[in-house]
């Protein structure tokens, strides 16, 4: 955590920062462009804010692309900030960004954590039945992990497992787990109070992808989950990085998962506020 303030102690990273936060994924001749400082100051701020944990970095061909990872600060807000109030604070949150104008989605959402574990017991809570029962708040995820194969949901242990339309894309045991996402259900309507006009539209969005990167790090191992290919302005990524009021997203699953291994037990359930 000091790492993190320090590196955010700095004018020019926190407006690398922001730049990463209107666009994900920028290579560093993107985030130089404009810039009163020479690429070379950029990249030695990218290395500080790289290995404070709050930017992380995928290759796409020969171009390395930046984006900024939520963790640290993540971990800051669950220091100080309770799950109650945090509702609270993202509700204002959100109000503030409607009014100013400023978009609140990004065309990809990547998300790098370190958990005290092995590849091996990683990829088993990924991938394992009686493990993703416990963190995904009781869904079990069923497939045989072969790419092209299907993964179903199971809401309950005694219901069937139902084929929302995921399909296994790569699955690289220990390494590298890639499945597409699904579309909103019924029950999303529901639980965000959204109208039938609402619901329809949302049906409409393409079906974005997932992809897990495990590799060893220390006595951790690093997971990357970089979550891609949606729609422009995608109520999807809002749902999935943790913006819209009532969804925790990856953040909050992943810290689970990560509390699971670490401790044995996957984080509470959020209180609901009154």
């Given at each position: 955590?000091?790492?993190?303030?320090?590196?955010?102690?700095?004018?020019?990273?926190?407006?690398?920062?922001?730049?990463?936060n209107l666009r994900n994924g920028q290579s560093l001749?993107?985030?130089?462009?404009?810039?009163?400082?020479?690429?070379?100051?950029?990249?030695?701020?990218?290395?500080?804010?790289?290995?404070?944990?709050?930017?992380?970095?995928?290759?796409?061909?020969?171009?390395?692309?930046?984006?900024?990872?939520?963790?640290?600060?993540?971990?800051?807000?669950?220091?100080?900030?309770?799950?109650?109030?945090?509702?609270?604070?993202?509700a204002l949150a959100d109000l503030r960004t409607a009014?100013?104008?400023?978009?609140?989605?990004?065309?990809?959402?990547?998300?790098?954590?370190?958990?005290?574990?092995?590849?091996?017991?990683?990829?088993?809570?990924?991938?394992?039945?009686?493990?993703?029962?416990?963190?995904?708040?009781?869904?079990?995820?069923?497939?045989?992990?072969?790419?092209?194969?299907?993964?179903?949901?199971?809401?309950?242990?005694?219901?069937?497992?139902?084929?929302?339309?995921?399909?296994?894309?790569?699955a690289e045991p220990y390494r590298r787990l890639a499945?597409?996402?699904?579309?909103?259900?019924?029950?999303?309507?529901?639980?965000?109070?959204?109208?039938?006009?609402?619901?329809?539209?949302?049906?409409?969005?393409?079906?974005?992808?997932?992809?897990?990167?495990?590799?060893?790090?220390?006595?951790?191992?690093?997971?990357?989950?970089?979550?891609?290919?949606?729609?422009?302005?995608?109520?999807?990524?809002?749902?999935?990085?943790?913006?819209?009021?009532?969804?925790?997203?990856?953040?909050?699953?992943?810290?689970?998962?990560?509390?699971?291994?670490?401790?044995?037990?996957?984080?509470?359930?959020?209180?609901?506020?009154?």
């Amino acid at each position: 955590m000091d790492d993190v303030f320090r590196a955010l102690a700095d004018t020019s990273r926190r407006r690398l920062l922001d730049r990463l936060n209107l666009r994900n994924g920028q290579s560093l001749r993107e985030l130089s462009a404009g810039l009163d400082m020479t690429r070379q100051s950029v990249s030695k701020h990218l290395a500080v804010l790289e290995a404070a944990g709050l930017v992380t970095t995928t290759r796409q061909g020969r171009e390395k692309l930046h984006h900024l990872n939520a963790a640290p600060i993540n971990a800051v807000a669950d220091r100080w900030i309770g799950r109650y109030d945090r509702a609270r604070a993202q509700a204002l949150a959100d109000l503030r960004t409607a009014l100013e104008g400023q978009p609140v989605t990004s065309p990809t959402f990547v998300y790098t954590t370190y958990i005290r574990t092995t590849p091996e017991r990683l990829w088993t809570a990924l991938t394992a039945p009686e493990f993703t029962r416990r963190y995904w708040g009781g869904v079990t995820l069923v497939s045989d992990w072969r790419p092209g194969s299907p993964l179903l949901w199971q809401d309950t242990p005694d219901a069937e497992p139902k084929d929302l339309g995921q399909r296994v894309l790569e699955a690289e045991p220990y390494r590298r787990l890639a499945y597409t996402w699904h579309g909103f259900q019924p029950e999303h309507a529901a639980h965000f109070g959204w109208s039938d006009e609402e619901f329809a539209a949302r049906l409409g969005e393409r079906r974005s992808k997932v992809t897990f990167d495990l590799a060893p790090h220390g006595e951790t191992v690093r997971l990357t989950v970089t979550h891609d290919d949606f729609s422009p302005d995608s109520e999807m990524h809002r749902a999935i990085s943790g913006q819209l009021t009532g969804s925790g997203g990856w953040p909050e699953l992943l810290a689970s998962l990560k509390s699971l291994l670490e401790t044995g037990a996957p984080l509470p359930e959020p209180v609901a506020a009154d």
